[in-house]
């Protein structure tokens, strides 16, 4: 069945340094999404990719596409204590449901 | 004010109880979700419903019944049958489940059995 693979599995940045956050899937998609959840807290809906190549950007967060739709990328600049929390992708190919990554768990030091 | 709500925000239980899991909707979402997550993991997917009268099995159905009476309610049951039922029980909607339509999460109910 369809597999979607983050990395890293944790990741630790100190205040005001970039990062960048992997997905893959097993199967070509005909989408991705993004979501956050903080500590504590559910999943929020960010983002979600549709095109080959496509780029999305909100304020920090820049959302990658890969040509093949088999992954995808979130890079954040100048990260902020805000920005703690777990990063989840989902991809969902042609006539399937959504499949979650993983997650990226993002702890900042201050 | 549209969302989804699950109550209780915390619940205790004794081994060999089976429990009730509420989740409502007022979004008029066709499809609903449940997901378990453990500390530090990710999601998976119990049961999920395209439509009302309907549900299907998820990644890791064992142990767990669902009923979808109601197009605004998918009540989770974690039987005594689920060996290791403490974890956090996420519900999500969508318009529907298939195409382009993201999930809404309600905010979880953590489940401890002892």
């Known amino acids: 069945g369809q597999q979607v693979m983050q990395i890293p599995q944790y990741q630790h940045v100190q205040e005001g340094e970039d990062f960048t956050t992997y997905c893959n899937s097993s199967?070509?998609?005909?989408?991705i999404q993004w979501y956050k959840q903080r500590p504590g807290g559910h999943p929020v809906f960010l983002i979600q990719?549709?095109?080959?190549?496509e780029v999305k950007k909100q304020k920090r967060l820049t959302f990658q596409f890969g040509e093949a739709k088999k992954n995808s990328s979130l890079h954040i600049t100048a990260t902020q204590t805000t920005d703690v929390g777990t990063y989840f992708c989902?991809?969902?190919?042609?006539?399937?449901?959504?499949?979650f990554g993983g997650g990226t768990r993002v702890l900042v030091k201050p | 004010d549209g969302g989804i709500t699950q109550s209780p925000k915390y619940l205790f239980r004794k081994e060999g109880q089976n429990v009730t899991l509420s989740c409502e909707q007022n979004l008029n979402h066709d499809a609903m979700y449940w997901y378990r997550q453990d500390p530090g993991q990710g999601l998976r997917l119990i049961y999920y419903?395209?439509?009302?009268?309907?549900?299907q099995k998820g990644d890791i159905a064992e142990g767990y019944s669902v009923s979808r009476e109601k197009k605004e309610s998918f009540p989770l049951t974690v039987t005594s049958a689920q060996k290791n039922p403490t974890a956090f029980y996420l519900c999500?909607?969508?318009?529907?489940?298939?195409?382009?339509?993201?999930?809404?999460f309600g905010p979880g109910t953590r489940l401890t059995v002892t």
């Open positions: 419903s395209q439509i009302v009268n309907d549900f």
């Open positions: 199967t070509t998609l005909s989408n």
């Open positions: 999500a909607s969508s318009i529907q489940m298939y195409g382009t339509y993201e999930q809404y």
């Open positions: 989902a991809g969902q190919a042609a006539g399937n449901k959504l499949t």
């Open positions: 990719l549709v095109k080959s190549g």
